[in-house]
């Protein structure tokens, strides 16, 4: 009866998703620090919640909410369980431990290292119980061979930390998996070609993954980080500069579709190639190496949050983001210096026409955009001081960003011809002034005339007070434009849509608006919000990857004044981002036989990266030449 209830809550997992897992594991350590572009594998919800959970107990403070439901409530298709208690009831008598009072206990004793390691200890309990149903099966080779595919999802939990710290035996390990599936034999097809199982082999390459678990993972030890490391690695060697990871769930992949970017400078008719500052700006944006360290080995960067000016509303890191396309930049993870000891993740505002929206933070408290930006690089993500140019590249960068045009907006804010009607009904309850918000009109912080801003902080009730006397629930006024792109709303991303700003607003307020008052109001903001060609469109000619070439071909265009300058720091920022970011494009290529032709390019890059470190400036000069010509042969067939 167990055997049968927990084959069928492991359905969904099969062989050919193990391999694949394992594929994209070693994928993503490989490419390191920008392992977001690979798409994760679904994970299996046990070993998804313990690394989960593993990650919230290195965060300050922990949220033990957070790890409680983790525990409690399932919700992930699929699977046949009320919670993973449920899951780990199984095990009671195989581990002589009943795992769901021990985690419990730990969880309302609010003890991090009690939590882990009896968490770690039911996984490791797991893995092996299910290999044990796999012996007994072993004349099934079917059945044991999904109790196996089963097992070696759980495994991948800790098999990334394995491969990192203990290489040797993460090799020997990877045999004892790929003999237990060998060594299970086949019936055949109608008796023919039938091959006995390996007992022997099957035996033995069991004991080498029950023994390695065993003792590296069911034996208590004092961690100075709570991370699943073999107990045979140094820890005292491990620091948090090694966090380079992120739990199950995270998405830092670019939201589709994608925006369209639009640069001033642009409408005016340059080439960015010819703005030394703004090209070498653009490439700091997407730069992961100004952020210090987890960021940096993770591959965030500016464009990671703002993707090409806009709100990424896919980023979500478990325990950082309430809610995808949120971040909590003042907590723990990112910079513990900076900490401000709340979970008090805010939503990713967009930074078109940011030229015009000071005061910069969601709550305004910073005057300069050249202020914002260092205290980003510094404070929020704990990169070093940045130079004066690096400040100068990415404010000047910045300021270069536009708003999708509107079709349905005057130059003085006001609604045009091509406007609904329903809109603007709209247009005038938005201006409307309302004895319950004080005399004042919604216009009157949207100044339709100023974009739709008025430069100052207000406190509309939608933020938390730390006391009746403080001042911390004041939030600067957002402009309208493009809004219809940059949901969710509020400081915090807790209303969903337009339509639910409204009614926020209407009862907070007990404006008493009627149903199609609130109707003509959301269409106004609608087409105020409106941009034309708001996506990216792309074609057999205008791919992924001609669009991020040409990007990467304009932050190299800054060789140009870098190399005769001789400026070896800020050579060495730009080739080691381009390389990189080089590399991995490479995998967007629809004919991947030009990606030997990427990397060729890229060791050009390499070399010129190697001249300069020795102060070999002729060569470098030189080099550079060469990948130009390179560039000019290759560059017109990618696509």
Request: net charge negative; glycine share 6%; aromatic share 12%.
């Amino acid at each position: 009866m167990l055997a049968d209830k927990n084959h069928k809550m492991f359905t969904k997992t099969t062989i050919s998703k193990s391999i694949i897992t394992v594929f994209l594991i070693y994928a993503a350590f490989c490419i390191n620090s920008f392992a977001h572009i690979v798409k994760e594998q679904p994970w299996h919800p046990l070993p998804a919640s313990y690394l989960k959970s593993v990650f919230y107990l290195n965060l300050k403070p922990i949220n033990w909410d957070l790890i409680e439901r983790e525990f409690s409530s399932q919700e992930q298709s699929g699977y046949d369980y009320r919670s993973l208690y449920e899951i780990l009831d199984q095990i009671t008598e195989f581990s002589n431990t009943n795992f769901q009072i021990e985690i419990k206990n730990a969880i309302n004793s609010k003890d991090p290292e009690k939590l882990y390691q009896i968490t770690t200890k039911a996984l490791s309990n797991y893995i092996r119980f299910l290999l044990s149903k796999a012996e007994d099966e072993i004349e099934n080779p079917a059945k044991a061979s999904l109790y196996i595919s089963n097992a070696k999802s759980l495994y991948r939990a800790f098999e990334r930390f394995i491969q990192k710290y203990d290489q040797q035996n993460y090799v020997s390990l990877g045999q004892a998996w790929l003999n237990l599936s060998t060594s299970l034999g086949s019936r055949g097809v109608f008796g023919a070609a039938q091959r006995k199982p390996d007992i022997t082999t099957f035996t033995n390459s069991k004991k080498i993954i029950d023994d390695y678990l065993t003792s590296n993972y069911e034996v208590k030890t004092k961690n100075k980080l709570l991370l699943p490391i073999p107990n045979g690695v140094n820890k005292n060697a491990v620091s948090k500069s090694d966090f380079d990871w992120l739990p199950p769930g995270t998405n830092l992949n670019d939201q589709i579709p994608l925006p369209r970017l639009v640069l001033n400078f642009e409408e005016r008719g340059q080439d960015e190639k010819d703005l030394f500052l703004v090209a070498y700006g653009d490439m700091l944006f997407d730069s992961p190496q100004i952020f210090g360290k987890p960021a940096s080995n993770l591959g965030i960067a500016c464009a990671t949050c703002h993707n090409r000016s806009d709100i990424n509303n896919s980023f979500f890191i478990p325990g950082i983001s309430d809610k995808p396309g949120s971040i909590d930049v003042d907590g723990h993870f990112f910079n513990p210096l900076f900490n401000d000891h709340r979970n008090d993740s805010i939503d990713i505002p967009s930074l078109r026409g940011i030229r015009f929206t000071a005061p910069y933070g969601r709550d305004g408290r910073f005057a300069s955009l050249r202020d914002f930006v260092r205290n980003v690089i510094v404070n929020e993500f704990g990169g070093a001081e940045p130079t004066p140019l690096m400040l100068d590249a990415l404010v000047t960068y910045m300021l270069e960003f536009d708003w999708l045009p509107s079709p349905f907006l005057s130059a003085d804010g006001t609604l045009n011809e091509k406007a609904s009607k329903q809109a603007k009904r709209g247009q005038k309850l938005f201006n409307k002034k309302f004895e319950a918000m004080g005399g004042r009109a919604c216009s009157s912080c949207h100044i339709p005339s100023s974009n739709f801003i008025d430069g100052l902080r207000h406190d509309i009730g939608s933020g938390n007070s730390s006391s009746p006397s403080a001042r911390d629930s004041f939030f600067d006024t957002p402009t309208l434009i493009n809004v219809k792109y940059t949901g969710p709303y509020l400081h915090d991303g807790s209303l969903e849509n337009l339509t639910d700003v409204v009614q926020w607003f209407s009862d907070k307020f007990k404006l008493r608006l009627s149903e199609k008052e609130k109707a003509d109001l959301t269409a106004y903001l609608d087409e105020v919000g409106a941009g034309e060609e708001p996506f990216e469109n792309f074609d057999y000619d205008n791919t992924q990857f001609t669009l991020d070439w040409s990007e990467l071909s304009t932050f190299l265009s800054t060789l140009n004044v870098l190399i005769p300058a001789e400026d070896r720091f800020h050579i060495n920022l730009l080739l080691n981002t381009v390389s990189k970011d080089l590399k991995v494009d490479a995998a967007g290529l629809k004919n991947l036989d030009q990606s030997s032709l990427v990397y060729e390019l890229t060791d050009k890059l390499e070399a010129i990266l190697d001249a300069v470190e020795k102060n070999d400036w002729k060569k470098s000069a030189s080099l550079w030449l060469d990948y130009q010509k390179l560039e000019n042969q290759y560059g017109p067939v990618f696509k």
